[in-house]
């Protein structure tokens, strides 16, 4: 009975205190009748909820959330490519479960906040006793800035954050008697420090450095070296382990405004020194940070805790001088007297790492920050504050176990401290560790953002948005998922069979053709990556639309492209070195025969292994080879035998159907068929890949889908003159979507087209309007309508300007309807010489016509051109050409064309 009371007894006083502490968490008001749940309404309390919704909707497309499609007004954003994903990734889970979105937040607000105090008394416990860590964990979960972050601030990622530098702390002790368990200890703190708040890991980061080089200095000459072995091992390996994450992060933080964006104006840290009094200020407001010494949220490390750390501090120093001077300490064990001086080391490294934090959240500290790399992205330097409030609590907590070692005699001081130092915190912070206020986010409100009306990028200064694009607008939300443009820039949409584009993917089927530019409506970014038909292929922004979305150059005959958002070159060694990381653990656990230390720590690594699975598999685009899906399909039917039409919707597995395998069937014809169309009868609720081959090679490709009649259903598929042309003698059906339970009723070919004599070549420019430059070269006033009799309107095909003749000169001036973008390409003969990029016209209150005076490039004005495409890639609808003028018009020297790459 005793045995079981010692074991139980400190973890239920734990929970005690963490229920007391914990109160603002979950008592939030909620409404059973109406069915709605408020939650914490802070800072950025609307973000948590948008930011659970958006990774939830990727998880639902089993995709981990990196890029978010449905933000920037559907453009994409790449949110939790940056942004930490571990506490969304637990709200959006619980709101895959059935939890609506703000039960499902509080939560995991409750499971951080809480958690905190969990995490220090469990890395204490066995540092100071239990007294001490009951101590330790009230402060620390009631410290004024952690409140500050969970109730004023609403900062979830950075309120996950205090959950993880416990670990760190015992892995640094435990890996003084046990080198593979404080590793693995230390190793998940480090590692799930970056997936919870990025700026934390820095800011702990950097205090860590501190704590370790004092501890350094403090121990005996003989305890060096082993120390600095477990500290480097558990910075190494805990970094590597989420290397998945951070590495891709950094690798690509040059391809987003970034910096720029988050240091700016009011985000500037010069703005946001904290002055000295604040530091053990008692007010506790629920206001904003001011720039200047007037400020409506508490900066305060609380006087309590400062007091309590300065007896810790002198505690500790007594310990240690008495211990160096052997007064008192012969008769006492040597395993005694060497944990006192390990705990009395430990709490002056605390204080001073608390001081030095504390120390760069004022304004004398300016200097230091302009030499430290990189910290001006922390934006606030009170964000200090959680590595002061984190070393504070240690030091606070030590007081009664460091009182209670002054003598055997003062053993009683440690449990009666203990339960004051609680009390005591309990009471003075009871009052703010509860919200100001809550919310609740309206079910019309979270459609509205599903649908994208609300643009949604949760970052205040837009800080991950691509470099290279504008910042899209309500009006400008993406409809087209695709354009495909073949080499001269004419839409041919008629050749899209299937787009579809998910949170990080996108899937598009084309009818094969000649090559040609595949513009997909997302904000291009170095990561992601494309395959066709099983090649690998690049990806680039396309610079001639306003929101820079991605390009692909497709070869000729491409028929499925899947671009992923996956890691750029760079990014890539971040997984790894994580699965290095991994392997590392494992082989050492193993070799030393501990592997019950991974089953101790399975829920940490298994989230950390789950996710660098789950992104290793996410990341790279896959796409068979049309040799391996025609492979694949191994049955074969005549079309003679299912040249009878069937009923529509009949049923699907009536007599004389064909049971359709799930690999698929291949229908052969007695000959080669020049037909304008065919009619072939499918199961209704099934989706399938067409395909039609000559001889085994693909003439053309379709997607069919389900069209959920009931039964059969007959579709119809019109041929262009190029498929009648070259003709086809199989038909491949492989099904991709449905219930299993596929049938073909009929194929039948129609209306017999002769095969033609000859194969005209066609032009580029066949079908693309064409007007002469001599007709448009009068100059157009800028505000000139639109739609004026004497300018050349067009459509999304464009125009072409034939000069009649090779030409070159310096400049192109065109005055262009204001509000759209043009691309401008310069051709010779057939062959485009180089390309140029008519922007929206700069200014407000503008209307029709604007003028653009672009360069000409280099490579342009020496081989020359004959025509100018102009073809508009973003605007409102409503295109026209006023005048197009050359500058420094001169003809174009002879000679042969070298054609350029696609912009």
């Known amino acids: 009975m005793r045995s079981t009371f010692v074991k139980y007894a400190p973890w239920t006083l734990l929970l005690i205190i963490v229920v007391l502490a914990s109160k603002g968490a979950y008592m939030y008001p909620h409404d059973p009748l109406a069915q709605t749940v408020g939650s914490i309404a802070g800072h950025e309390w609307q973000y948590n909820i948008w930011r659970t919704l958006g990774m939830a909707d990727a998880l639902a497309d089993g995709m981990p959330g990196r890029w978010l499609s449905s933000y920037s007004h559907h453009w994409g954003y790449p949110l939790f ?86 670990f760190v702390i015992r892995g640094l002790w435990e890996a003084q008697h046990d080198r593979l368990k404080g590793v ?50 558990i910075a190494t390996v805990g970094l590597g382990l989420s290397s998945f994450f951070w590495w891709p992060a950094l690798a690509d933080i040059s391809a987003i405004k970034g910096m720029d964006a988050m240091t700016g104006g009011f985000y500037s840290y010069t703005k946001h020194f904290v002055y000295p009094h604040q530091l053990i200020s008692s007010k506790f407001e629920y206001g904003a940070s001011e720039p200047g010494p007037v400020d409506y949220m508490s900066f305060s490390l609380s006087l309590e805790r400062v007091i309590l ?141 599903k649908s994208g009306e609300l643009g949604v990028w949760t970052t205040n200064q837009l800080e991950f948005m691509p470099v290279g694009t504008e910042i899209p607008y309500k009006e400008a939300r993406r409809e087209a998922t695709v354009t495909l443009y073949d080499s001269f820039f004419t839409p041919q949409p008629a050749r899209v069979s299937l787009a579809e584009i998910e949170n990080g993917r996108a899937k598009v089927l084309l009818q094969p053709g000649a090559a040609g530019t595949l513009v997909i409506n997302q904000h291009w970014h170095p990561a992601w990556r494309a395959s066709a038909d099983g ?66 720590a399975v829920v940490p690594l298994g989230y950390l292994c789950t996710l660098l699975v789950f992104y290793w598999l996410t990341g790279t685009p896959r796409t068979a080879s049309k040799e391996d899906l025609f492979a694949s399909v191994h049955t074969t039917i005549a079309a003679e035998d299912y040249a009878n039409p069937v009923n529509m919707h009949s049923e699907w597995n009536a007599k004389g159907n064909f049971i359709i395998p799930s690999s698929g069937v291949a229908v052969e014809f007695a000959e080669v068929q020049h037909n304008s169309h065919i009619s072939l009868s499918l199961d209704s609720n099934d989706s399938f890949m067409l395909w039609l081959l000559n001889n085994d090679e693909l003439v053309t490709s ?37 219930d299993g339970a596929f049938s073909l009723g009929h194929v039948v070919a129609h209306s017999q087209h002769p095969v033609p004599e000859d194969h005209k070549r066609v032009q580029l420019s066949a079908g693309i309007p064409t007007v002469r430059a001599e007709d448009y070269e009068l100059y157009k006033a800028n505000r000139t309508e639109w739609d ?20 070159t000169g310096d400049r192109i001036d065109l005055s262009l309807d204001w509000n759209d973008f043009y691309l401008v390409g310069f051709v010779r003969g057939e062959e485009f010489v180089g390309f140029a990029t008519a922007r929206k016209a700069a200014g407000t209150n503008l209307k029709g016509l604007a003028r653009r005076n672009l360069a000409i490039p280099d490579n342009v004005k020496e081989l020359g051109f004959d025509k100018v495409r102009i073809v508009p890639t973003w605007g409102d609808g409503y295109y026209s050409l006023g005048h197009i003028r050359i500058a420094g018009l001169r003809d174009a020297p002879a000679g042969p064309v070298q054609p350029v790459s696609e912009p």
Request: proline letters at 6%.
């Open 81 to 166: 490519e940056y942004t930490s994903p571990f506490p969304y990734t637990l709200s959006s889970v619980l709101l895959l479960l059935g939890f609506d979105a703000h039960s499902a937040l509080n939560m995991v607000w409750l499971l951080t906040f809480a958690g905190a105090g969990v995490a220090m008394f469990w890395a204490m416990r066995p540092i100071f006793g239990i007294w001490s860590a009951l101590a330790a964990a009230t402060c620390y979960i009631l410290a004024p800035y952690h409140l500050v972050d969970i109730f004023v601030r609403t900062n979830l990622v950075e309120t996950s954050a205090f959950l993880f530098p416990p």
């Open 184 to 233: 693995l200890y230390g190793s998940i703190g480090i590692a799930l420090l970056p997936l919870s708040h990025m700026l934390s890991t820095y800011l702990i980061g950097l205090s860590l450095i501190v704590f370790c080089g004092v501890y350094f200095l403090l121990l005996p000459l003989r305890e060096k070296l082993p120390f600095a072995i477990g500290a480097l091992l």
């Open 309 to 449: 750390a300065g007896a810790a501090v002198a505690l500790a120093v007594f310990a240690l001088l008495r211990g160096l001077l052997h007064r008192d300490t012969r008769n006492e064990p040597r395993a005694e007297l060497a944990a006192k001086q390990q705990r009395a080391r430990l709490v002056i490294s605390a204080a001073i790492t608390a001081a030095c934090a504390s120390f760069l959240t004022l304004a004398i500290s300016e200097p230091l920050w302009k030499l430290l790399p990189g910290i001006e992205a922390a934006q606030f330097p009170w964000r200090f504050l959680f590595p002061a409030s984190f070393y504070l609590a240690i030091c606070a907590g030590a007081v009664p176990v460091l009182a209670g070692q002054l003598s055997p005699k003062f053993r009683w001081l440690t449990p009666l401290l203990g339960g004051l130092v609680v009390l005591a915190i309990l009471h003075l912070q009871w009052q703010a560790a509860r919200a100001g206020s809550y919310g609740t986010v309206e079910p019309g409100e979270i459609a509205q953002l």
């Open 535 to 600: 090649e690998p292929l690049a990806t680039r922004p396309f610079e001639q639309h306003p929101f820079a979305p991605i390009a692909v150059d497709l070869p000729e005959g491409v028929q499925e492209l899947e671009v992923v958002f996956g890691y750029s070159t760079s990014g890539r060694w971040g997984l790894w070195l994580s699965l290095l990381a991994f392997a590392v653990v494992v082989a050492w656990a193993v070799s030393t025969q501990r592997g019950g230390l991974l089953r101790n």
């Open 702 to 738: 379709d997607f069919l889908h389900g069209r959920n009649v009931g039964g059969m259903f007959t579709y119809t598929l019109m041929f262009n003159k190029n498929t009648m042309d070259t003709g086809f003698d199989k038909l491949v059906l492989v099904p991709v979507a449905g």
């Open 788 to 807: 004026d009799p004497s300018n050349a309107t067009m459509k999304e095909t464009g125009l072409l300007v034939d000069f009649g003749k090779p030409v």
